[in-house]
Antibody, heavy 121, light 110 residues
Framework: QLQLQESGPGLVKPSETLSLTCTVS??????????WGWFRQPPGKGLEWIGT???????YYNPSLKSRVTISEDTSKNQFSLKLSSVTAADTAMYYCARSLKEAFEAFDIWGQGTMVTVSS | QSALTQPASVSGSPGQSITISCTGAISDVGGYNYVSWYQQHPGKAPKLMIY???NRPSGVSNRFSGSKSDNTASLTISGLQAEDEADYYCSSYTSSTTLVFGGGTKLTVL
């Protein structure tokens, strides 16, 4: 069945760019009708939507992060990626990637296990 | 965009029913039938429990149900079980083509 796995550095310095990749197995990110999303959760706090990429390549971002976020896809590697620039300690969080139900922008039914990213010098 | 409003905590005894509310605005919850609910156990990824206000994904117990009235969506869990103890989050599509989450509700099974 479809599985998602986040990967990337667990420690990022302040002001640098956080880069994470979500590798999809058991299915193709090019499959029509699905949204692929990034989410995060600071320690002890709630979930936050970062942004979403549609299979067609269209992207949608959280307005509060939009100036710093880029989500892209690499269909040849069956991956999609997150870049968050100019990070601060407030960006320390567990980061999750997920896939939506078909044509359901808001409903993500398959999630990666998450990867913890700490912003610290 | 403003976060949706959920109670910080709710509790109930095994076998009882509980309801968690999620209040937004006409620009999100009230304007679209695109509200989802997630269950999250400590140290685990969220699990989709309800989507499009009241639909259950395959494999989710029918003890979980969702509804909406005006700008407030609700998640009801009937026949409460110990394994239902978790954090619950609502999310909604918004008029800006974005997603917004609630702050989360901690469910304690007494």
């Amino acid at each position: 069945q479809l599985q998602l796995q986040e990967s990337g550095p667990g420690l990022v310095k302040p002001s640098e760019t956080l880069s994470l990749t979500c590798t999809v197995s058991g299915g193709s990110i090019s499959s029509g009708g699905y949204f692929w999303g990034w989410f995060r959760q600071p320690p002890g706090k709630g979930l936050e939507w970062i942004g979403t990429i549609y299979y067609s390549g269209s992207t949608y971002y959280n307005p509060s992060l939009k100036s710093r976020v880029t989500i892209s896809e690499d269909t040849s590697k069956n991956q999609f990626s997150l870049k968050l620039s100019s990070v601060t300690a407030a960006d320390t969080a567990m980061y999750y990637c997920a896939r939506s139900l078909k044509e359901a922008f808001e409903a993500f039914d398959i999630w990666g296990q998450g990867t913890m990213v700490t912003v610290s010098s | 965009q403003s976060a949706l409003t959920q109670p910080a905590s709710v509790s109930g005894s095994p076998g009882q029913s509980i309801t968690i509310s999620c209040t937004g605005a006409i620009s999100d919850v009230g304007g679209y039938n695109y509200v989802s609910w997630y269950q999250q156990h400590p140290g685990k990824a969220p699990k989709l429990m309800i989507y499009d206000v009241s639909n259950r994904p395959s494999g989710v117990s029918n003890r979980f149900s969702g509804s909406k009235s005006d700008n407030t969506a609700s998640l009801t869990i009937s026949g409460l079980q110990a394994e239902d103890e978790a954090d619950y989050y609502c999310s909604s599509y918004t008029s800006s083509t974005t997603l917004v989450f609630g702050g989360g509700t901690k469910l304690t099974v007494l």
